[in-house]
């Protein structure tokens, strides 16, 4: 199918768009807006800036893409967005661009963002993740990939969340979220480890028990921090996928791992 533009969209000359590409009545595409192949803008939807938009990707009504940073620190330049393939970004979604020039707010592959969510500048958003409706995450955090996060789960600027982990609906999270585990509350402390999720991603019993003797380890043994990641770290899965992921994650962590119940 060619590319359909409807007549009331407005469509800067300078934008570049793939094949297949859809841009419904009344949307805004602007100069140096790249879109990738069978895109799809519905009525109302505005991508901007230097932004860039992969394969596939549906941007849904008043949805708005690649907008100026709100950061005050913002003296100008080109920063931007780039935001892989196969996207969906549900009604009123806002993602900002970054603050210096050069530096982009990045968003991976096959992530789900539901309705008047909010991704800031400096963010780095990783793939498979699904976010439910009025999610907001503040500049410069990280989530890594297949994470959940619920209704209005919030995320203070800087923080971290790891790989297969959940945010709850509600959670305000001030600390890093450490992989595979739950966190809810305001502020957000760390509850169970992500059984569920695990199961429905493919993981094994194996893999899945490992990370629950990383959880009892960390979060249900009595030990403070320093002592329950040396234990982790001497343990004889040590090696394994999953205990290192978690210590890669601690040891970068810089804002402390999220407290738990």
């Known amino acids: 199918m060619p590319t359909q533009i409807h007549p009331t969209a ?25 879109l990738g192949d069978r895109t799809r803008l519905h009525h109302h939807a505005s991508v901007e800036g230097n932004t860039s938009l992969g394969e596939a990707c549906e941007i849904f009504p008043y949805a708005c893409i690649g907008g100026k940073t709100q950061d005050l620190k913002f003296k100008g330049g080109h920063p931007g967005v780039r935001i892989g393939a196969r996207n969906v970004f549900r009604e009123y979604f806002t993602v900002h661009a970054a603050t210096n020039d050069g530096d982009f707010t990045t968003v991976g592959d096959d992530n789900t963002f539901l309705a008047y969510g909010h991704i800031a500048h400096d963010c780095v958003i990783g793939s498979h993740i699904v976010a ?6 503040a500049g410069h955090v990280t989530v890594e990939d297949h994470v959940v996060i619920g209704g209005y789960g919030g995320v203070h600027q800087f923080c971290r969340i790891g790989a297969h ?11 890093d979220l450490p992989p595979y585990f739950i966190a809810d509350g305001a502020p957000a402390i760390v509850r169970a480890y992500n059984k569920v999720g695990l199961e429905r991603r493919g993981h094994g019993p194996e893999q899945i028990e490992r990370v629950r003797r990383a959880f009892r380890i960390l979060y249900r043994d009595g030990l403070n921090r320093s002592q329950a990641l040396e234990r982790l770290a ?14 890669a994650f601690a040891r970068a962590s810089e804002r402390g791992l999220a407290p738990g119940a």
Do not use: W
């Open 132 to 137: 439910s409706n009025g999610m907001m995450l």
């Open 234 to 247: 001497a343990h004889e899965d040590a090696a394994t996928p999953e205990f290192a992921r978690i210590l």
């Open 10 to 34: 407005v469509v800067d000359p300078a934008a570049q768009l793939g094949v297949d590409v859809e841009i419904g009545p009344l949307c805004y595409v602007g100069p140096g807006v790249r």
């Open 165 to 175: 982990a959940m945010l709850s609906a509600t959670a305000k999270l001030v600390h």
